[in-house]
């Protein structure tokens, strides 16, 4: 049976584990958003340069509710 030391350095290892583990999803989440903002940027700096947003004509069926998007 392992002694209560042996188990607290396990447990203390998994934590450890844990925290690396979490550091790096948390720089793929930081990277992710820094990529989805530079997107949304990208994405609203196109429609304010076109005055006039063209919609394509295999979406003329479309009710003009179908047609609008939020950003």
Do not use: C, W
Not at 2 to 28: D, G, I, Y
Request: avoid cysteine.
């Amino acid at each position: 049976m392992p002694t209560m030391r042996e188990m607290s350095e396990a447990h203390l290892t998994n934590v450890r584990n844990q925290v690396t583990m979490l550091r790096e999803q948390q720089q793929k989440l930081v990277t992710e958003i820094e990529n989805l903002e530079t997107y949304l940027d990208q994405g609203r700096q196109e429609l304010e340069g076109n005055s006039e947003v063209h919609v394509p004509s295999s979406s003329a069926g479309m009710s003009s509710a179908d047609n609008q998007q939020v950003f």
